[in-house]
Each structure stands twice: as C-alpha cells, then as structure tokens.
C-alpha cells in the first residue's frame, strides 16, 4: 500500500485498517513460531506497514485536534 493510497483515507478507515494489519502480523507470528515461514520479509512489510498507517494516523489526528483548538 502506497502513501498516497493511505493519506486519502479517513481517520476511521485507517483505524480499522490498522487494526486489521495487527491481526494479521500476530498470525504471521504465530505461524513462524510453529513453522518456518515461505516468506520471512512478510514480518518485516506488516510491521513497516503498520508503522506507516500509525504514522499517518497520528498526522491526521493531530491536525484536526489543531483545527477545533
């Protein structure tokens, strides 16, 4: 997912979609855990992934806490 395609989001898609991506990264985890993965770097995009939808999020959020004030 690109960032273009994540800033047009809004703050409640976004949250939904992190939580989706957590979901997902605790099952890739559990599945390393009881057996080898085909692709290890999987891990690594969910977690970058989710980083950049938080990030984002936080952006969005903190501008329209600026916004009412």
Not at 24 to 46: D, I
Request: charge should be positive; avoid cysteine; glycine fraction near 0%.
């Amino acid at each position: 997912m690109k960032v273009k395609e994540i800033r047009a989001m809004s703050l409640n898609e976004l949250a939904q979609r992190i939580r989706e991506e957590e979901d997902a990264l605790r099952q890739l985890r559990f599945q390393h855990a009881v057996a080898q993965l085909e692709n290890p770097m999987l891990l690594r995009n969910k977690r970058r992934l989710i980083a950049r939808l938080k990030t984002i999020y936080n952006e969005k959020r903190r501008a329209s806490a600026q916004q009412t004030v």
